[in-house]
């Protein structure tokens, strides 16, 4: 069978192989505790749960509009009116089955063959593969020796004639950084002189840890909206990653791009899960306080461990629920052999440097038990001592 090459040039998702291959090893009997995937081991909110069973009770099991039940996106409108005083309609917000669909929507309705859109490394795995799958080109800007945060210079240096948007990511997976109001408005004034369009992914921004705050790009440069398209969703927030509900606001005039090309994806999101997005978003405000409260604490511990052992480095995350470890200094000094070796012998899941443009760290989530952490860390503290240089 012949393979088209869009096909064969997808690299598979470097967190999801992973976490995979964990499982199976778990599933054979072997004591693999994984810190590669991005999801919160709480229940979803009863608000949520409740409100997808009465949705099924009332036999809310149809089609619904396809960018999404009025209700849903109503409830996104007031969410970012009182968190973040912004304005929108539902006009200008699409639902979507999951916050991947929304990024491969607005690359597909933004970017022809050869065009460029920044990237700040470390970035997430997807974001490069989708670019390649519109047929563009990254620009990458390395953040790594400016304390994960991108410089005026870095930024300008990267843009050129054929540069037309970048995707801003806060706070950050892979590495928990928060962008600062600084350098939000910097980005902000290089999109504006350049004509670029910024897609801010914000899909951690419930996870901040004080005294780092969430800073919303529009608070500090309102004049842009026009070119700013928020991608954010319940599955971090409210963990509520098996319910794959995602949303999207910007300009009408993308929502309405955005929302032709889902007629042909996928049509409208789950029915059901909208319903249940609709109970979170309304009225699990208190449980997402209590979970991001939870998470300050095992962050607090994983760092602390982390700092124990011989040879690695860490950054303390502001937000998310990510540390990125730098190995640059370890006797196994590529990430990818590293966490290999890593999980074969000490049954310790990692998620390599590599794939997020970082080689030489790894990523491991906090987004597990404390018992785990504890264990988890005690085991990779155990794998770098009984290295030898």
């Known amino acids: 069978m012949k393979f088209s090459k869009r096909i064969l040039n997808i690299q598979p998702s ?63 409108c007031s969410y970012y009116k009182r968190r973040f005083g912004l304005d929108y309609t539902p006009a200008e917000v699409i639902i979507a089955p999951g916050a991947k669909p ?16 920044i990237l700040f490394a470390p970035a997430w795995v997807s974001y490069v593969e989708q670019l390649h799958m519109a047929g563009g080109v990254e620009k ?65 921004e419930r996870f901040a840890y004080a005294p780092a705050k969430h800073v919303n790009i529009l608070n500090v440069a309102p004049e842009i909206k026009d070119r700013v398209l928020i991608i954010n969703g319940v599955s971090k927030a409210y963990a509520m990653t098996g319910w794959r509900i995602g949303y999207a606001l910007g300009p009408k005039e993308i929502i309405a791009k955005m929302s ?18 609709c109970g979170a978003v309304k009225e699990a405000d208190a449980d ?64 390599p440097g590599t794939a997020f443009f970082a080689p030489g760290f790894l990523r491991l989530s906090y987004a597990c038990s404390m018992e785990n952490i504890k264990e988890g860390m005690a085991r990779m503290k155990e794998f770098l001592e009984g290295l030898k240089k």
């Not at 970017?111 to 859109?117: I, K, L």
């Not at 032709?260 to 997005?277: E, M, P, R, V």
């Not at 995350?317 to 074969?344: H, Q, S, T, W």
Request: aromatic share 8%; hydrophobic share 40%; net charge negative.
């Open 288 to 351: 997402v306080d209590a979970m991001r409260d939870e998470f300050a604490k095992r962050r607090r511990v994983i760092v602390d461990l982390i700092r124990e052992m011989p040879y690695v480095s860490v950054k303390e995350p502001e937000g998310a629920f990510y540390v990125f470890v730098d190995i640059r200094k370890c006797p196994i000094p590529d990430d990818m052999e590293f966490c290999e070796r890593l999980l074969n012998e000490k049954y310790v899941a990692a998620v």
């Open 14 to 76: 470097a967190t999801l192989s992973i976490s995979g291959k964990a499982k199976t090893m778990k599933a054979e009997g072997k004591p693999v505790i994984s810190f590669s995937a991005g999801e919160p081991d709480f229940n979803s909110p009863k608000s949520a749960r409740e409100a997808g069973i009465d949705a099924i009770n009332r036999g809310e099991s149809h089609y619904t509009l396809n960018p999404g039940i009025i209700e849903l996106r109503q409830e996104v």
């Open 260 to 277: 032709t090309l889902q007629t042909h994806l996928t049509s409208n999101a789950c029915s059901i899960a909208q319903w249940a997005a």
């Open 102 to 117: 929304l990024l491969y929507e607005a690359l597909q309705a933004l970017v022809d063959e050869g065009d460029e859109v």
């Open 140 to 204: 990458v800007v390395d953040t790594i020796a400016t304390g994960l945060l991108p410089t005026r210079e870095s930024l300008l240096a990267a843009i050129g004639p054929k540069t037309v948007g970048l995707i801003l990511n806060s706070p950050s997976n892979p590495t928990g950084a928060i962008y600062p109001e600084e350098t939000m408005k910097m980005i902000a004034e290089v999109a504006k002189e350049k004509d670029l369009w910024i897609i801010f992914d914000e899909i951690y």
